[in-house]
């Protein structure tokens, strides 16, 4: 399956429930904290593997919610790594026992 949350706070009047669109720090912060769950829980889940929904967005103000949604974030021809591409790498890392 796939999980993901856009940074989408203040950015964009197309949230779909106050808890869905967050900052970048809550972004990176929930993606932290559900990846330890799923780490922990990953047997009895019978989880062989998930997908993060999206690993680049482009950000347009007051665009699409999942606009946000990347770990990093493409805007004037320019990649710029999100918090959340931290956290996520971090995590994975863990999962992999480094």
Do not use: C
């Amino acid at each position: 399956d796939e999980l993901g949350w856009p940074s989408s706070a203040g950015q964009t009047n197309q949230n779909f429930t106050l808890d869905f669109g967050t900052t970048e720090a809550g972004q990176a912060s929930k993606i932290s904290k559900l990846m330890k769950l799923l780490a922990r829980d990953r047997r009895s889940l019978k989880l062989i593997g998930f997908d993060y929904y999206t690993w680049v967005s482009q950000p347009r103000h007051n665009g699409n919610v999942f606009d946000f949604a990347g770990l990093e974030s493409y805007t004037h021809g320019q990649f710029t790594a999100k918090p959340a591409l931290n956290a996520f790498a971090t995590q994975a890392l863990a999962l992999e026992g480094r």
